[in-house]
């Protein structure tokens, strides 16, 4: 849980204020599935099997608006230099975690935390003070979706052990919203759509 800390911290460097992101009304694409056995028709058919890997096929999306088109192209462009970095950090986080597992006791783990966070800060935060504020409330969402932690369960864990200006900006950052989830089919719909684009190879 500590690095999951750790890595929301790193964007407390550039941020002052959040603005919360305006839901619209597009739905997410519907994905129909059927599984089929394919030893069992090959068994039947004298027919060669030809197998094409899965393409999935996105609604066009309509803007009422100029305004809503430069939004929505903000995002795409915020998502795209946001994104390999939440992934990097994902993958960090799972190595981490593996590796407290095998840890014989807590001042071992304890050790080994101070290291990485040490190695991560020293990386990382070069590149995230760089960030707009649009793109460090973006990273936020999205390493929430990666983590599956709140914001509010993050800070709850950093109760008592956090200086007044973290406090502040943290507070500054988040605003009353502490407890909201990342909601992939409502206010938070279009980031799931770019994440869903990105992973098929579509974006």
């Known amino acids: 849980m ?3 800390i750790i890595f929301f911290s790193l964007l407390v460097f550039s941020l002052s204020l959040i603005a919360e992101l305006k839901a619209q009304d597009t739905k997410l694409p519907t994905y129909y599935r059927q599984s089929l056995n394919v030893d069992s028709i090959a068994k039947y058919t004298p027919e060669a099997l030809i197998l094409y890997p899965q393409v999935n096929v996105y609604p066009h999306k309509n ?6 088109r430069r939004r929505y192209d903000k995002l795409v462009n915020n998502f795209r230099k ?3 970095y939440v992934i990097e950090l994902s993958a960090t986080y799972n190595n981490i975690e593996d590796s407290l597992k095998i840890m014989p006791n807590e001042k071992h783990k304890e050790i080994y935390l101070k290291h990485r966070e040490k190695q991560i800060m020293s990386y990382y935060r070069p590149i995230f003070i760089k960030f707009t504020l649009s793109q460090g409330v973006l990273m936020v969402k999205l390493l929430d979706r ?3 932690s709140t914001a509010y369960e993050i800070v709850k864990d950093l109760k008592g052990n956090v200086d007044a200006f973290f406090w502040q900006t ?7 919203n502490l407890k909201r989830e990342y909601d992939a089919t409502g206010k ?3 980031i799931e759509f770019l994440v869903l684009r990105y992973q098929d190879g579509s974006l």
């Open 146 to 148: 990666e983590s599956g």
């Open 2 to 4: 500590k690095f999951k």
């Open 188 to 190: 938070d719909y279009d």
């Open 82 to 84: 946001v994104y390999p």
């Open 63 to 68: 803007f009422k608006n100029a305004r809503e």
């Open 170 to 176: 943290f507070a500054l950052l988040f605003g009353n």
